[in-house]
């Protein structure tokens, strides 16, 4: 008989060190995309670029290891209630934020061929070719890994390192991006939730052992670096490996952070990673497209161009979120009740308030 998985459910207040760790990747994401957005623009490569070539192994694998920590608590909620968290949730924002990045991203084309752009906009609920990619991704790792709750976890754990394995050996490559990414994604998303219970004692273990924790990171920094420099993050196993121990790394350095006050930033970006995701492609074509054109690179710094844009586009969607927090446009950031399936956020809100 096929038995329910024996997952124990995470902590049941928030995690310092989590919060950190989704600092971490968010800022992680938007590096990239600024590096190699300035780059482009100016033909040359900054100082930023070895930093985002060292995260290249587990910048996404630890995103997606991160998202589902906390899945054990709801896996086994009722079907409806489970659907509009973890599906119409990360729905309502993909197609919010879609139809508002869409005429930004593409605006060239939207002013001589706007039906281009339509077209674009339902095509890309089929193939994510944005930076949204990501939550519609989320959504549908939600219903798969609930349709498997019930199989043992070492099956579902070997499907998904093999699936992982055929696409780096290239045997999985369909061209539809859905099914390639699921491929290369999905076994961090299983381990983050299927292992939860051990990765939060391991990050407790290491938030009390600093010296342990920081000798480990540089061991783990150099043979990643090493590693990198040989191209061994594109080669089956070795992939997996090092973005398993990249996912790792990150959780150490989050639990060993909560013993420091200096580095609150990077928490309250993890608190609000959703902004910072859902935005900050904004800020970051107005510096590609307007301001850097204009300018050209400070002091001829490829790098500081790099680093400039980078802070923009972080810090400034936390500025609009503070700002619009509690007026009507705070629908961009907070699914509204209509938005939800039988009221159930509405309740859900209720249900909070009246504990208090």
């Excluded at 100082?47 to 587990?58: E, G, L, T, V």
Aim: proline share 5%; aromatic share 16%.
């Amino acid at each position: 008989m096929v038995s329910t998985h024996p997952i124990a459910a995470p902590p049941a207040q928030r995690v310092d060190w989590v919060d950190y760790a989704k600092g971490i990747c968010i800022i992680l994401v938007v590096m990239m995309h600024a590096v190699n957005g300035v780059e482009y623009l100016f033909d040359e490569q900054g100082w930023m670029h070895p930093i985002i070539d060292f995260a290249r192994p587990f910048r996404i694998p630890d995103f997606f290891l991160v998202a589902g920590l906390f899945l054990s608590r709801s896996i086994h909620a009722p079907l409806a209630d489970y659907l509009d968290r973890k599906v119409v949730h990360f729905m309502y924002f993909y197609v919010l934020w879609l139809t508002l990045q869409l005429p930004v991203l593409e605006f060239d084309a939207l002013v001589s061929h706007p039906g281009y752009v339509l077209k674009l906009w339902f095509y890309s609920f089929v193939e994510p070719s944005n930076s949204l990619w990501f939550v519609h991704m989320l959504a549908i790792f939600y219903v798969v890994t609930r349709l498997l709750r019930n199989v043992p976890v070492w099956i579902v754990f070997a499907g998904a390192f093999i699936l992982q394995s055929l696409y780096q050996l290239v045997l999985i490559d369909t061209g539809w991006g859905v099914i390639d990414r699921f491929a290369n994604r999905y076994v961090y998303f299983f381990i983050g939730y299927a292992f939860a219970p051990q990765i939060f004692r391991f990050a407790g273990r290491a938030a009390k052992a600093p010296w342990t924790g920081a000798l480990g990171l540089l061991a783990w920094g150099i043979l990643n670096w090493w590693a990198v420099s040989l191209a061994l993050h594109e080669e089956v196993v070795a992939s997996f490996i090092l973005g398993i121990a990249g996912a790792t790394a990150v959780c150490v350095v989050s639990a060993l952070l909560t013993r420091f006050r200096a580095a609150d930033f990077l928490r309250y970006c993890g608190r609000h990673s959703i902004v910072i995701y859902l935005t900050y492609a904004f800020p970051l074509v107005a510096m590609e497209r307007l301001v850097l054109p204009a300018i050209g690179a400070p002091f001829g710094d490829v790098g500081l161009a790099s680093a400039l844009t980078l802070t923009f586009a972080v810090a400034l969607p936390l500025a609009f979120h503070a700002l619009i927090r509690g007026t009507p446009l705070n629908f961009l950031y907070v699914r509204p009740d209509w938005a939800s399936l039988s009221g159930s956020e509405r309740e859900k809100r209720r249900a909070a308030l009246s504990a208090k």
